[in-house]
């Protein structure tokens, strides 16, 4: 059977849990959108993603097709299957509330990743505070000699995908990223696809 699309829309986000050993392939389906994931152990939620640990591990800023991502408790969550893209990181935070309004002088209500996040792991016990620094998917951070971080325009195209598979039991959290900046000016939906694993059936000879 093939695994359903789910479609998480504009400046929107989710919530789901995978076993390990399933498959998660996150799709931008029009090219040029970013999406924040974070992922806790599904059976104890203070083990969760970490950047620091990730980046420590894999000795990369940008991780890509054959690199994990890792937990606070130095395990290992989930391997990256595949990429089209190549172009994710770890260097910016969730969008909250916040950075409307110190970095964009924005005035009143702004969606944002993180109560995105928020909104929808809430259900499982987990706060604002308990979110983790997101595995930014798609997005495009450079930076100079001397450290200036710039964020530009997503090099992600229209069908774009990234494959992970979950190296344990987790909780994830995803979004299509509400920040301007992040998305080029333009914002839309984000696409994803859960394939669970497949056991095979026990057969007496």
Not at 2 to 19: E, R, V
Not at 41 to 48: C, W
């Amino acid at each position: 059977m093939k695994p359903l699309l789910n479609i998480i829309d504009k400046q929107s986000g989710t919530a789901f849990k995978l076993k390990k050993n399933d498959v998660l392939t996150v799709i931008d389906p029009m090219g040029g959108q970013v999406s924040d994931m974070v992922v806790f152990n599904a059976h104890d939620y203070n083990e969760k993603l970490s950047s620091g640990k990730s980046l420590d591990f894999e000795e990369c800023l940008l991780l890509t097709k054959g690199h994990h991502l890792w937990s606070n408790r130095s395990q290992q969550m989930m391997k990256i299957l595949e990429d089209t893209n190549g172009r994710n990181d770890f260097l910016l935070a969730p969008c909250s509330p916040e950075t409307f309004k110190i970095m964009y002088n924005h005035e009143g209500e702004h969606p944002s990743c993180l109560a995105n996040l928020t909104q929808h792991l809430k259900p499982f016990g987990i706060d604002a505070d308990a979110i983790p620094t997101a595995f930014n998917i798609f997005m495009n951070v450079q930076f100079d000699e001397k450290g200036k971080l710039s964020v530009l325009p997503p090099t992600s195209e229209a069908g774009d995908y990234i494959r992970f598979k979950a190296e344990m039991d987790l909780l994830v959290g995803l979004t299509a990223c509400s920040a301007e900046d992040s998305n080029g000016g333009t914002f839309k939906p984000i696409h994803y696809v859960i394939e669970t694993e497949v056991k095979p059936i026990n057969q007496h000879v």
